[in-house]
């Protein structure tokens, strides 16, 4: 299990080239606490290492006089932040307070008046752009109206011109004979630009007849 | 027989756990002296008299609770301390009888070897400099700051006492001379 676990954590799957492109950085090099001693390091008995008396002496004067310098300006330093915020305290009074609140309202409602002048020259732009355009597309849906009018109005007159030539009830009989007085004969050929290739009889109106 | 070869990692300790002691004693050894070795290394001596001995539940490091009397570098406590979390080391020394008037011989209240340390010490070279560009006051101290205990064996100097011992804010004076050959110090 170790083992799979030092992939990951050791510097041992660095890809050893001589590129550096094949370069990996690594965070952890060593294995952390919560893994199980390493196979070879199961058998290994640390060194015990134990300070000549010289040394032990003077390295725990050091230490004790460095503790206590870093505990003493450690203090120091809370009761001056401490005492700080005590004189902040103490002086701010009621007054003060109303005083900096009128003081602060005031700069707001400056603040406000200068936004507002320049909404209220923006809003006007604003609106006069959006008059123009509603012109603008009104005067568009006008012409295209007057256009499409003059497509159905055409259309309409094709139609009152083609409606002259419908079958209705006073004409059918007309008709009927029209088409009993011409017999249409499709049998014929056409050559390759789609004309007959045959005379036509001309159409007798049943006033020939 | 065979030679016995310790493996492993040394220790500090050395003696018995305190169940090894106290539990092939009379009575569990109540009114007897047991001395921890570690403390063995102050001149002064400390021991332990068992008054009261429980017995906890068998696990892989046997405790117990004991009820001891306990003096510490010659200083006797005011109430009598339980010992649980610590009886399971063997560190353990029973004095024998003989040895017991010897040994709890000397109790005092107040030690000889006491530190009295100077209540003030010098700021640090660049905020003592800030410190006198606000305040004017050249002569600025720091005051010490030291642990509070009831067993410690240094204390801030009061009014009208003389300190043995100012705590310097530089290398101050070393303990031994010889790793400094060569240094004025």
Same mark, same amino acid.
């Given at each position: 299990m170790f083992r799979n676990y030092q992939k990951l954590y050791? *510097?041992?799957? $660095?890809? *050893?080239?001589?590129? $550096?492109? %094949?370069l990996q950085s690594v965070r952890w090099r060593r294995k952390p606490?919560? $893994?199980?001693?390493?196979p070879s390091k199961v058998f290994k008995v640390p060194e015990r290492h134990v300070l000549p008396y010289d040394e032990k002496i003077e390295w725990q004067r050091l230490n004790n006089n460095y503790r206590t310098q870093v505990n003493s300006i450690r203090r120091y330093l809370i009761k001056e932040v401490e005492e700080r915020q005590k004189m902040f305290e103490l002086q701010e009074t009621p007054a003060d307070e109303e005083a900096e609140f009128q003081r602060c309202f005031v700069m707001n409602q400056e603040w406000n008046q200068e936004i507002a002048k320049g909404r209220i020259s923006r809003v006007e732009g604003e609106n006069e752009k959006r008059r123009e355009e509603i012109l603008l597309n009104l005067e568009k849906r006008k012409q295209r109206e007057e256009v499409i009018l003059h497509h159905v109005e055409e259309r309409v007159k094709l139609e009152k011109d083609v409606a002259e030539t419908f079958i209705t009830r006073e004409t059918v009989d007309r008709a009927i004979e029209i088409a009993l007085a011409n017999p249409v004969d499709f049998n014929y050929s056409i050559d390759t630009n789609g004309k007959r290739s045959d005379i036509v009889e001309e159409q007798k109106s049943p006033e020939n007849l | 027989m065979s030679a016995i070869k310790l493996i492993g990692r040394k220790t500090d300790f050395k003696g018995k756990s305190l169940w090894e002691i106290l539990g092939n004693l009379k009575n569990f050894g109540e009114n007897r002296v047991v001395v921890r070795s570690m403390m063995e290394r102050y001149p002064e001596k400390s021991f332990m008299r068992v008054l009261q001995v429980e017995t906890l539940p068998n696990e892989e490091n046997r405790k117990i609770r004991v009820l001891v009397e306990k003096v510490f570098r010659g200083r006797k406590y005011d109430k009598p301390v339980w010992i649980e979390g !610590?009886?399971? &080391?063997?560190d353990y020394r029973l004095l024998s009888k003989k040895e017991e008037a010897d040994y709890c011989k000397v109790q005092t209240t107040e030690h000889e070897n006491i530190k009295l340390i100077d209540p003030k010490m010098e700021f640090p070279p660049l905020l003592k400099e800030f410190l006198i560009k606000e305040t004017g006051n050249k002569d600025i101290k720091l005051d010490v700051f030291l642990k509070r205990g009831h067993n410690k064996f240094y204390k801030l100097a009061k009014e009208g006492e003389t300190p043995n011992i100012t705590i310097p804010m530089? *290398? %101050? &004076?070393? !303990?031994?001379q010889k790793l400094y050959k060569g240094l004025d110090l």
């Open positions: 050791t *510097i041992n799957n $660095l890809s *050893i080239n001589q590129n $550096l492109a %094949g606490r919560w $893994l199980p001693t390493a | !610590a009886s399971y &080391k063997t530089n *290398i %101050g &004076k070393p !303990a031994s």
